[in-house]
Nanobody, 121 residues
């Protein structure tokens, strides 16, 4: 059993900053890629940023240069530093991790319950 706990959301004004955290716990053999996704009201869930075990990252064009994803493998934790926030960034942000619970098992994607980020004008 694996649980992802994402946190750090809140209400900020445009131009402000926020840092999201997501810690994985439970039966974990290894974690491959980790990432952040978001879903705005009435919109589909979209990729925000991902990071591989080796530290390679990719970002949605809309957040490139403003957001930074990082991870601490020793803590099974991924972070998302969000700077220069815009009202269009308002969404529920979900943590995702590709996890193996056993050596022989296939990796499975697990999701956090989401943390709400609201950016006011």
């Amino acid at each position: 059993q694996v649980q992802l706990v994402d946190s750090g959301g809140g209400l900020v004004q445009a131009g402000g900053s926020l840092r999201l955290s997501c810690a994985a716990s439970g039966i974990i053999f290894s974690i491959n890629a980790m990432g952040w996704y978001r879903q705005a009201p009435g919109k589909q869930r979209e990729l925000v940023a991902t990071i591989t075990t080796g530290g390679n990252t990719n970002y949605a064009d809309s957040v490139k240069g403003r957001f930074t994803i990082s991870r601490d493998n020793a803590k099974n934790t991924v972070y998302l530093q969000m700077n220069t926030l815009k009202p269009e960034d308002t969404a529920v942000y979900y943590c995702n991790a590709e996890v193996r619970t056993t050596l022989a098992g296939l990796p499975i994607h697990y999701w956090g319950k989401g943390t709400l980020v609201t950016v006011s004008s």
